[in-house]
T-cell receptor
């Protein structure tokens, strides 16, 4: 089955700097890669996603890149703000079906 | 408000008891997935229901069972509770494969289950 690894487990950046979180997956058949943000005590919320037929997708300060050959994908957050502090989860799978989540990255944006 | 509602929000049970968690899917969504999120970990897939049938199951024992109703709401039942079952249980709804491309789950707020 699918296995997703995520690095780093914790990340601290200064406000205004960029943050990068990387994930690898094992099942080359996976075709959908969402990223979720989870604030303390709250539900995971979808922040951006990418499908396997696209190499890069951007939404304002957030971007995701996908390298299908290497089976890894990354989340890039530019101009970080304190409200970006949260746990971020990557996932891999098939849209419309179940996903396998990574273990999460705790991002702290220091003012 | 995401439209996915779960009940109850918190629950305390004793080891060996049984529990039922409930989820109402977002309007128009016919697929419900259940995940278990232990403290400090990512969500783990339990199972998914599509059109009232189980449509995939993760690595959870048979004492974890579920149902989906004609209105697409769903229940998660856990028998013979163990201490390790303590976790946040998340329900997520999505469009099924018969409704065209969809873009990920809408999660509910979850039910925090504590087994003592």
């Amino acid at each position: 089955g699918e296995n997703v690894e995520q690095h780093p487990s914790t990340l601290s950046v200064q406000e205004g700097d960029s943050a990068v979180i990387k994930c690898t997956y094992s099942d080359s058949a996976s075709n959908y890669f969402p990223w979720y943000k989870q604030e303390l005590g709250k539900r995971p919320q979808l922040i951006i996603d990418i499908r396997s037929n696209v190499g890069e997708k951007k939404d304002q300060r957030i971007a995701v890149t996908l390298n299908k050959t290497a089976k890894h994908f990354s989340l890039h957050i530019t101009e970080t703000q304190p409200e970006d502090s949260a746990v971020y989860f990557c996932a891999a799978g098939f849209y419309g079906q179940n996903f396998v989540f990574g273990p999460g990255t705790r991002l702290s944006v220091l003012p | 408000e995401t439209g996915v509602t779960q009940s109850p929000t918190h629950l305390i049970k004793t080891r060996g008891q049984q529990v039922t968690l409930r989820c109402s899917s977002q309007s128009g969504h016919n697929t419900v997935s259940w995940y278990q999120q232990a403290l400090g970990q990512g969500p783990q897939f339990i199972f998914q229901y599509y059109r009232e049938e189980e449509n995939g199951r993760g690595n959870f024992p048979p004492r974890f069972s579920g149902l989906q109703f004609p209105n697409y709401s769903s229940e998660l039942n856990v028998n013979a509770l163990e201490l390790d079952d303590s976790a946040l249980y998340l329900c997520a709804s999505s469009l099924g494969p018969d409704r065209g491309p969809n873009y990920g789950y809408t999660f509910g707020s979850g039910t925090r289950l504590t087994v003592v």
